[in-house]
């Protein structure tokens, strides 16, 4: 059973900066993207950014400009760079994956637990 595991989340003010991080067990996997989801209390889970194995980007509209998404496909992790925070990106944040596990013949996507972003002042 597969798990992604994110890191970096935490407490910072506004206008302020955050590096999520999330390693994926790249030996099991041929990746096509990997990216970032959030979920704010009582809204629904929504798109941050995703990148594809070759380095093609997908970023909300709302997130471009203040949000980076990168990634080291050698070491199988994704990174996002947060800038000018805003109370309202309050959110646990998602790492995702898309990806053909090597024991079977389609990919299918695969989720973090989450890690919190706060904040606030």
């Known amino acids: 059973q597969v798990q992604l595991v994110e890191s970096g989340g935490g407490l910072v003010q506004p206008g302020g900066s955050l590096r999520l991080s999330c390693a994926a067990p790249?030996?099991?996997?041929?990746?096509?993207?990997m990216g970032w989801y959030r979920q704010a209390p009582g809204k629904q889970r929504e798109l941050v950014a995703t990148?594809?194995?070759?380095?093609?980007?997908n970023y909300a509209d709302s997130l471009k400009g203040r949000f980076t998404i990168s990634r080291d496909n050698a070491k199988n992790t994704v990174y996002l760079q947060m800038n000018s925070l805003k109370p309202e990106d309050t959110a646990v944040y998602y790492c995702?994956?898309?990806?053909?596990?090597?024991?079977?013949?389609?990919?299918?996507?695969?989720w973090g637990r989450g890690t919190q972003v706060t904040v606030s002042s």
């Open positions: 990148i594809t194995s070759g380095g093609s980007t």
């Open positions: 790249g030996s099991i996997f041929s990746i096509n993207a």
């Open positions: 995702y994956l898309n990806g053909r596990r090597v024991d079977r013949p389609a990919p299918l996507d695969y």
